[in-house]
């Protein structure tokens, strides 16, 4: 670290670092339990995965179409319910400022699937998650003879996730500070971590003390790790290739298609760019698949899918573009997804990753767990932070925002 002009110090209870859901909603909880919580992110909030994301608040049902109800889908169950109450203001965080783009999804089969399909979702134990929908309620772009498929509505809401962070983050911004991302860690030989030190915009140097510290960092969470000497927990990165499809023509469209295997092809959300036109965003197999395509291949290959399996559909003159991402998660050594939030703590220092948005409750209640409600000496405060020359973080923009 070069020589810097003088120094401050910051105290906080809790240390949180990352811009995403996970330092987000893990902040607010934190702080609701009266723990002074200092965040710093590198970035603007919720660049990365979360604005990535489609905001679908799964309830495990995606999971299970492979035929049998998963521990990836029993993790999840709970989650809408702990999501709408949040939604109305009466859960664990506020989140009445939330904007959801769709209070379910929609289920489509493939035409050959189609029994299959209606075997499975009509069975008692997906009873009330997934009510078929009569072919004369059928919503655009199903409501033509042209589709043979079975429709079903899944109770899975899709939020928005500028306005989640926006929400999230907020009452935050006072106790938030954009940092460069690395510290010279102080760790005593117990291995407890007690200071970060930095610079500020300054050149002065920080000294930032904490109780605990949370990496919330997502796939930063591996280089904060190396900067202490450590070497787990393992992260794993999968990547995703998702696309774009900007037209005024679109229409509303949340939905999960259904096909043989046991990820759905194609999940798509729409959401609206900043200049009012709406767009699909896709993910699902299309996405992990595309991961080897280039940008281009995986125009001409979702041009390709679309014009299969929705052939009706006028996509003239749509703007078609792709985005990659890559999901940040502890190593599993299969490389398939874990199947819940996990938190790993080693002395004062946790790290997590929710591995799902819709986990984010799951995640701040297992940290909270370890943490107690016990909060530090000077309850709720920060100490210093005022005092130190670092800007407030703003909303990034969604990277499908083009
Ligand atoms: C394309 C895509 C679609 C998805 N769709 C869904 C969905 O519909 N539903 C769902 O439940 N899940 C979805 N997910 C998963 C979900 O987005 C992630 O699990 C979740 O957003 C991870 O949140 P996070 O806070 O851990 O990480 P991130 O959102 O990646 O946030 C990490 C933050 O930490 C910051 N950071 C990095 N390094 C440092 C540092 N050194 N110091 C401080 N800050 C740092 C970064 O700038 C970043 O803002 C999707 C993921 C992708 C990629």
Same mark, same amino acid.
């Given at each position: ?264 092809? $194609?999940?798509? *959300? !729409?959401?609206?760019?900043?200049? @009012? %036109? ?6 699902? #197999? /299309? ?82 767990? $370890?943490?107690? *409600? !016990?909060?530090?000496?000077?309850? @709720? %405060? ?6 130190? #020359? /670092? ?12």
């Amino acid at each position: 670290m070069p020589e810097l002009a003088s120094s401050q110090t910051v105290e906080a209870d809790i240390a949180i670092l990352g811009g995403g859901i996970a330092a987000l909603w893990t902040a607010n909880i934190l702080r609701k339990a009266g723990h002074g919580v200092v965040l710093l992110t590198n970035s603007d909030w919720g660049t990365g995965q979360t604005l990535a994301a489609q905001g679908v608040i799964h309830g495990g049902l995606k999971y299970a179409l492979a035929g049998k109800l998963t521990d990836s889908s029993e993790a999840l169950a709970d989650m809408p319910g702990r999501w709408s109450l949040s939604l109305a203001g009466e859960g664990e965080v506020d989140l009445r400022g939330v904007t959801v783009l769709s209070p379910s999804q929609i289920l489509w089969s493939l035409p050959s699937i189609a029994s299959k399909a209606v075997a499975f979702f009509g069975s008692q134990t997906l009873r009330n998650r997934a009510n078929p929908i009569p072919r004369k309620d059928h919503p655009a772009p199903f409501n033509t003879p042209d589709y043979r498929g079975q429709l079903f509505e899944l109770g899975e809401m899709v939020v928005d996730p500028v306005s989640l962070v926006a929400t999230l983050a907020t009452p935050l911004n006072p106790f938030a500070r954009k940092w460069t991302g690395s510290a010279d860690w102080t760790i005593g030989t117990d291995g407890q971590v007690t200071d970060a030190i930095f610079p500020d915009q300054s050149g002065r140097h920080v000294t930032l003390r904490a109780r605990h510290w949370i990496l919330a960092a997502g796939a930063g969470n591996a280089a904060l790790l190396r900067s202490m000497g450590r070497e787990t927990p393992a992260m794993q990165l999968r990547p995703l290739h998702q696309v774009v499809i900007r037209s005024a023509k679109l229409p509303p469209l949340y939905s999960v298609c259904i096909g043989t295997g046991a990820k759905p092809p $194609l999940v798509t *959300t !729409t959401h609206t760019a900043s200049d @009012g %036109t709406p767009l699909w965003y896709v993910g699902g #197999d /299309l996405a992990e698949t595309g991961v080897e395509r280039s940008e281009s291949a995986q125009i001409d290959f979702a041009r390709a899918r679309f014009r299969e399996l929705l052939p009706w559909l006028d996509l003239s003159g749509a703007e078609w573009a792709t985005i990659r991402v890559d999901r940040a998660e502890p190593h599993t050594g299969t490389g398939d997804r874990p199947p819940g939030a996990f938190v790993h703590r080693q002395g004062n220092v946790l790290t997590v990753w929710p591995t799902k948005l819709a986990l984010a409750p799951n995640l701040a209640s297992q940290v909270q767990a $370890l943490i107690g *409600t !016990t909060a530090g000496p000077a309850s @709720g %405060t920060v100490a210093g932070l005022d005092t130190i #020359d /670092l800007p407030i973080p703003s909303v990034a923009k969604a990277p499908w925002d083009l």
